[in-house]
């Protein structure tokens, strides 16, 4: 099979962590027989300085013409430290997002036998653990109007959701639960937030065509808690813009390392995948980013927008061996033998 897959390496240390995916994505095309293509496209702060914007529209062909986007991650601190600065990187990923029409970021979070005790969560509370997060990715607070009044003295951000937008999400979160152990739970605020309540009731409504699928509320601040107390008693989880944000980042240090957790964002026509980290400037250059989560971003792909599970599992199988053989990067040696970013794609990809 032949791919053509747009390649946004974005900033920090996206390029280097880019860079390891498309090693080991080469190899494993290799070993099945699959040609791959790659189109490279600037988006985020290097996007800024060539074209003065951080999604130009040259970055966006691109995207639109692939069959996969395989993205890296952006900011950069002359931007983070300027609140005054009118455009920013993360714009283009707001952006991108609503013009590529990826409105469900997948995110699963799970443990590595090897590196259970790394986590800092006691080991009872974590084994077993195996869910996925579904996020709303194109509406609410993030996409409602904003702005200022009085002066500059108040501000405010509107959260704003229609009934069909939760409605394409939920449907996702049902088929996958379908595949799974049949069990979604809706993450909301319906005690408080009006928008909560659309949510609440657009789902429930929605029950009666999965008659399978057991289906449970719960309040945001419940789940919060929860998932540092038995979040193997989740599978499946569908929630809004904001409240997906802050859960799945919380969720991902479940694992031991925000630095291994792969993310899936997708729409009706696209499909981009990413590890769910930043770009860590400081980091940059350096040769110490964890190329992990990308790598296993890259084994979201083959399964999900190429359909070819097997590539996948080759790929997951080599970064266990990986991780119970101790060739990893500094965040996860414990003081330790570390190896370079470059070493452990360059090890992904011969072990394939």
């Known amino acids: ?207 009666k065509e999965y008659p399978e699928v057991k289906v449970s509320y719960e309040f945001v601040d419940a789940v919060a808690m929860r998932l540092v107390q038995w979040p193997n008693s989740y599978d499946v989880l569908i929630t809004e813009n904001l409240f997906g944000d802050i859960l799945t980042d919380e969720a991902s240090v479940i694992s031991g390392s925000m630095g291994l957790m792969p993310s899936a964002s997708v729409g009706t026509d696209n499909q981009l995948f990413e590890p769910i980290h930043g770009s860590y400037p400081q980091a940059t250059g350096l040769n110490i980013a964890n190329p992990l989560a990308t790598v296993l971003s890259a084994a979201m792909m083959f399964e999900m927008a190429f359909n070819l599970p097997e590539e996948g599992a080759a790929i997951r199988s080599v970064v266990n061996k990986a991780l119970a053989e101790g060739m990893v990067t500094e965040d996860l040696a414990d003081g330790g033998k570390s190896f370079g970013t470059k070493e452990v794609g360059d090890w992904l990809a011969s072990n394939l």
């Not at 395989?70 to 455009?87: E, M, Q, R, T």
């Not at 009006?194 to 929605?206: D, F, I």
Request: overall charge neutral.
């Open 1 to 207: 099979m032949k791919f053509n897959i747009a390649l946004l390496a974005g900033d920090g240390i996206g390029p280097e962590v880019i860079e390891q995916a498309v090693k080991v994505s080469d190899a494993v095309a290799k070993k099945f027989g699959h040609e791959i293509t790659w189109k490279p496209a600037l988006t985020g702060a290097a996007a800024i300085d060539a074209f003065g914007e951080p999604y130009p529209d040259s970055t966006h062909e691109v995207c639109v013409n692939a069959d996969a986007v395989l993205f890296g991650a952006i900011g950069h601190p002359k931007y983070d430290n300027d609140p005054s600065a009118p455009v920013r990187p993360e714009q283009g990923l707001l952006k991108m997002r609503k013009k590529l029409g990826l409105f469900a970021n997948v995110r699963p979070t799970f443990t590595f036998p090897s590196l259970i005790d790394k986590s800092p969560l006691k080991r009872e509370r974590i084994e077993g653990t195996d869910l996925v997060f579904l996020r709303e990715l194109t509406g609410g607070i993030y996409f409602g109007e904003k702005g200022r009044r009085d002066g500059g003295e108040t501000a405010f951000d509107n959260c704003v959701y229609t009934r069909s937008e939760v409605q394409r999400l939920a449907k996702k979160g049902f088929e996958l639960a379908m595949t799974r152990s049949k069990k979604l739970c809706c993450v909301d605020k319906a005690n408080v937030l009006e928008t909560s309540r659309l949510w609440r009731e657009t789902v429930q409504a929605m029950e």
